[in-house]
């Protein structure tokens, strides 16, 4: 059997301002929160100088994972941004630093507003939309691991509605759907083994 062919919708860029980033990071007793890997890669060499973090909170364990191969270890990995809030209600006499993409849910950042958390943020990588290719060619299912990337996912003429969506998680379910797409799944703990597990349950000949 061939390998399948993959075609990305997004690309992404790593930058920010370095000097900000050092002086955050040079922050004692500081609660660190990432909702993303890339957050973790953008900043992978200033994170070994670092004053050492009070508390880590992550979205994801991708990202808790990239933090500990730093030497980091996540006190909480949450599977969407709203589970962080509960843990960052109890860090009221902590600065509390957001490292996230310029496309960001405002979830965690209105939580701490409402609640008056010394709270900072700095974004370290965006994305950008790829165009499709001259002639998109005929494919299986479409993989989805964010809203932006299902935007740019409907964006792609020729993609049918109808077609199978395999999706990270709830959040990212809702936005397919407000989209038009009729045919999303996705695992019940959201992560890309888990994704591939769900597929190929739906696709037992490959097994």
């Known amino acids: ?13 790593l930058g920010f301002d370095e000097k900000r980033a050092a002086k955050l990071l040079s922050t004692p007793d500081a609660v660190w929160v990432f909702t993303s890997v890339r957050a973790v890669q953008a900043l992978y060499d200033l994170l070994p100088q ?12 991708n990202a808790a994972e990239a933090l500990a191969s730093l030497g980091f270890k996540t006190d909480f990995c949450g599977q969407v941004s709203e589970d962080l809030l509960p843990v960052l209600a109890q860090q009221r006499h902590r600065p509390i630093l957001y490292f996230r993409g310029r496309h960001y849910r ?11 958390l010394d709270f900072q943020t700095l974004e370290c990588y965006h994305s950008i939309k790829l165009p499709p290719p001259d002639g998109l060619p005929d494919c299986g299912s479409v993989w989805v691991f964010s ?16 077609l199978p969506i395999f999706s990270i998680g709830s959040v990212t379910d809702a936005h397919l759907k407000k989209l038009g797409f009729k045919n999303v799944q996705s695992p019940k703990e959201p992560s890309f083994e888990n994704m591939v597990e769900l597929y190929l349950e739906n696709n037992s000949a490959l097994r």
């Open 1 to 13: 059997m061939t390998a399948p062919e993959c075609l990305p919708v997004l690309d992404f860029k």
């Open 50 to 61: 670092a004053a050492a973090p009070s508390k880590i909170f992550t979205v994801g364990k």
């Open 106 to 116: 405002s979830s965690i950042p209105d939580f701490c507003e409402a609640t008056e």
């Open 147 to 162: 809203p932006l990337s299902a935007q740019a996912v409907s964006e792609w003429e020729g993609v049918p509605r109808d």
